[in-house]
């Protein structure tokens, strides 16, 4: 655990500890932190908003990694004939990438969006329809 998580630790139970001392009682402290106050107060936040950034990251994620692939798969056409070897030899590699990132670009893709379906029938994110 890194100095900084182990002090925001500390400070975080120190402000409990505060709470409690000023509730009085473990009841109202826990009807104080499950009020949106008490939530931001206590530095929680929210599952729902925190999936869905997570999805859209990858979501991204493959996108990108699409893209690039498709790119090198443009990239790898034949160069035609009687060009360099070397030439011939580096669209070979460009194809292979561009095919392996344009695969993994999808598989991303699609278990982005099976989480996302996931997701949403176990009501984490959004309403199941």
Known sequence: ?????????????????????????????????????????????DGAAQVA????????????????????????????AGVDINLVRAAEDARWWGAVLSALGVAVLAAAAVAATIARRWRVIGDAH
């Open 53 to 80: 950034i997570r999805l859209l990251w990858t979501l991204v994620g493959g996108a990108v990694l699409a893209g690039l692939g498709g790119v090198l798969l443009w990239l790898g056409r034949d160069p035609g």
């Open 1 to 45: 655990m890194s100095r900084r998580h182990a002090a925001r630790r500390a400070a975080r139970d120190a402000l409990l500890e505060r709470l409690l001392e000023r509730f009085g009682d473990v009841p109202a402290l826990v009807d104080f932190l499950r009020s949106p106050e008490g939530r931001a107060v206590a530095g929680v936040g």
